[in-house]
């Protein structure tokens, strides 16, 4: 059922359902088969905001109708800025205290990512949600610290979400070290994070390493690396 909240000058109102709701009323105008007269509904008699927030909480962040992360985060976004609810409040509903750096990650990354990232998209069709997660990992206080010491800015490491460079979001986790490494950043600016890994990789193996490994490993390795080569190595 949806959930509305009734009003005492007489408005129904739905908190949470309003795409079933949608869909039903497309239903009856397409003429769909069927009986799109009514929806079940669970109504409330005039609520307050706070509790029709909490009830799009509890569905949407932590129930069985769960919002993408990015949605989620405008959502805590909307809810914590325009002062409809304090964070303690936000953080009860959303599963209490251990989850509040979460929440609070979510928030300034939500905002990193409209004040950085929306600016270089020449149009909406550029601005993925997807790269949400890749500004959760930049509010970690390593990936932060950085991007300041090697002298970049949010604004370059959101350049550097829109063009690609991060083969895979979690690879972000790995830029402090590919900015430490001369030859990988090189090949981070050059290629991607994949390709600066692999230097990564390369830096850490010493012929110590190497030393015990049997010469039937090392070979049936090299050949298989042989036969994976990518054009641009």
């Known amino acids: 059922p949806i959930i509305v909240n009734h009003y005492t000058d007489g408005r129904y109102v739905v908190i949470e359902g309003n795409t079933r709701l949608q869909i039903y009323r497309d239903f009856k105008k397409k003429n769909v088969p069927g009986n799109w007269d009514y929806i079940k509904a669970i109504v409330y ?13 509890q569905a949407h962040l ?15 976004n ?19 205290t251990s989850k509040a750096s979460e929440i609070k990650n979510m928030i300034a990354a939500y905002q990193d990512m409209q004040e950085y990232y929306r600016p270089l998209c020449d149009d909406d069709s550029m601005f993925d949600i997807k790269k949400f997660t890749g500004f959760v990992e930049l509010q970690k206080r390593n990936i932060i610290d950085s991007l300041t010491m090697h002298g970049y800015t949010k604004t370059d490491f959101s350049q550097w979400i829109l063009d690609g460079r991060f083969s895979k979001l979690e690879d972000i986790r790995s830029l402090p070290n590919i900015l430490n490494s001369k030859k990988a950043s090189e090949a ?7 390709a600066a890994k692999k230097i ?34």
């Open 62 to 76: 932590v129930g069985p109708r769960e919002w993408d992360a990015y949605a989620k985060a405008k959502y805590l």
């Open 188 to 194: 981070f600016f050059k290629y991607n994070s994949k």
């Open 45 to 57: 008699e005039d609520i307050d905001d706070e509790t029709m927030h909490s009830i799009r909480l």
């Open 200 to 233: 990564l990789a390369v830096e850490d193996i010493t012929p110590d390493s190497l030393k015990d490994v049997p010469y039937e490993v090392l070979a049936k390795e090299l050949v298989k690396r042989m036969n994976e080569f990518q054009m641009n190595e």
């Open 78 to 96: 909307y809810l914590a800025n325009e002062k409809y609810m304090p964070m303690s409040s936000l953080v009860a509903y959303c599963g209490g």
